[in-house]
């Protein structure tokens, strides 16, 4: 399914059946309006901020062809339906939404506006004028795992977490499997905080951990107060979405980083040249939508050679992290030796894998 956005578009492309490009001629005439949903305060750090960084690279790469407009801050449900339908509405011809509860009001707002393409991250709802786009988390998760490992002395690493999603769920897992890979008598231990972005209950739940006896914590969620705890209790952090060093130069050993920006600027350009096409996107470290920020002070010469070789080993296909055998809690083998889990069941994860203590939220 091809979407050509927009009226005035169509328009132009039966006019322009010549050897002109059509992203070309299309620039000239009307800059494509693109709109992005943002689920928290863009800041400097955090999920929504590297989605910012790939906004900007968009408009860097882009220039006069496009303009791109931003709302941060908005809440999944409601209001996020809202926000896309004003988008929509106001003539913006491609719309990313950036947050796994932007699923549903993504796909019912896509129902009005058929001639407008969708993009939405983290889900796996699609249609003919709505796609999904999505990062190999877990494989930054499974190299930080491995440094965690080789780094921690009490053997206690803490994992704060949003919401029990298969997203969520697959880098507890991921983290864990590259954890135990170099180190079987650690154990990770978990804390929901039932939010995506809450500085003040993610410093809680790591402040809980630490005195539980971790010595390195780590996060899912969007704010860098954990690392900050971390950094004033003298304990090590690893960051998430970005590098995190500047708010705890002592305590950031490194972060998994995501970069959005090669395929935004993919995704404009097919729509302006007509061949966007509802698809699934699923890019990781091959791809270059998944790095590690720069190592800290804390992390030894050792570590990082280690690091660095499971890290080309995941870029060659050669190690994936749930490659059999894969046990969950119960020491039940759930996926065998000499067997690599489809992507469809890790898309499904609802179960943790052996090394993670306590049991999983319904």
């Known amino acids: 399914m091809t979407i050509v956005s927009g009226f005035k578009r169509i328009a132009l492309a039966a006019m322009a059946a010549t050897a002109l490009t059509a992203s070309g001629a299309y620039a000239a005439e ?26 900007k690279q968009l408009e860097a790469e882009l220039g006069d062809k496009i303009t791109t407009t931003f709302v941060e801050s908005v809440p999944e449900g409601a209001d996020a339906e809202r926000v896309i339908r004003d988008f929509a509405a106001d003539g913006h011809e491609l719309i990313f939404t950036t947050s796994f509860g932007y699923m549903n009001p993504t796909v019912k707002v896509a129902r009005m506006f058929p001639k407008v393409a969708f993009d939405h991250a983290t889900g796996y709802k699609r249609g003919k004028n709505v796609s999904t786009y999505l990062a190999r988390f877990y494989e930054g998760r499974y190299l930080t795992g491995v440094l965690a490992g080789l780094t921690t002395k009490s053997n206690k690493i803490g994992y704060i977490a949003a919401f029990p999603i298969p997203e969520v769920v697959r880098g507890i897992n991921a983290f864990t499997r590259g954890l135990r890979s170099v180190n079987p008598d650690a154990d990770v231990n978990v804390v929901w905080v039932s939010s995506w972005y809450d500085p003040g209950k993610e410093r809680e739940a790591a402040e809980t951990l630490i005195a539980q006896g971790a010595d390195i914590v780590t996060q899912h969620t969007d704010s860098t107060a954990p690392v ?119 898309l499904g994860f609802d179960w943790y894998v052996e090394g993670v203590v306590g049991e999983l939220p319904n």
């Not at 009307?30 to 906004?55: C, M, N």
């Open 30 to 55: 009307e800059p494509l309006k693109i709109g992005f949903v943002y689920v928290s305060p863009v800041g400097d750090a955090g999920w929504t901020y590297q989605h910012d960084l790939g906004r």
């Open 228 to 346: 900050q705890a971390a950094e004033d209790r003298g304990v090590h952090a690893i960051g998430y979405h970005s590098d995190m060093s500047k708010y705890g130069p002592n305590a950031h050993l490194t972060a998994t980083t995501h970069h959005w920006g090669d395929f935004y600027i993919s995704e404009a350009n097919a729509v302006m040249d007509g061949t966007w096409e509802s698809t699934d996107t699923w890019g990781g470290i091959k791809e270059g939508m998944i790095k590690l920020a720069p190592f800290g002070p804390g992390v030894s010469d050792e570590t990082k050679k280690v690091v660095a070789e499971r890290e080309a080993a995941i870029a060659s296909g050669e190690l994936h992290p749930f490659a059999g055998p894969v046990k969950d809690q119960a020491g039940t083998v759930r996926i065998a030796e000499g067997e690599v889990m489809s992507d469809g069941d890790m």
